[in-house]
Nanobody, 121 residues
Framework: QLQASGGGLVHSGGSLRLSCVASGGAFDSYAMAWFRQAPGKEREFVAS????????DYLDSVKGRFTISRTNAMNTMYLQMNNLKPSDTAVYYC????????????????WGHGTQVTVSS
């Protein structure tokens, strides 16, 4: 089970930190990722992190602004989002899959409920 939190309303240029807490499994057996979905759009890959944080991957438009991380001892993944833009407005979802990274939503087996991020201009 995955539980995402940390969303909210911020002005353009602001920051938010999303968290995703996992329960019910061996957290370090799973690659983790963040996706987002804006109204009327498909779910979009944002960032992923390997089991022991050795491999990271980002959507080009968030590189240099977002940082994905995880603390296996706390069964928690994070997404630090800085310099937010109105185009970042979406519902953000955390997801997990065994072993390897992936960027397609269909590759992920477990999903949390989303957390809304709204960036005003």
């Amino acid at each position: 089970q995955l539980q995402a939190s940390g969303g909210g309303l911020v002005h353009s240029g602001g920051s938010l930190r999303l968290s995703c807490v996992a329960s019910g499994g061996a957290f370090d057996s799973y690659a983790m990722a963040w996706f987002r979905q804006a109204p009327g759009k498909e779910r979009e890959f944002v960032a992923s992190i390997s089991r022991y944080s050795g491999d990271l991957d980002y959507l080009d438009s968030v590189k240099g602004r977002f940082t994905i991380s995880r603390t296996n001892a706390m069964n928690t993944m994070y997404l630090q989002m800085n310099n937010l833009k109105p185009s970042d407005t979406a519902v953000y979802y955390c997801a997990a899959k065994p072993w390897r990274l992936a960027s397609r939503p269909r590759s992920y087996d477990y999903w949390g409920h989303g957390t809304q991020v709204t960036v005003s201009s």
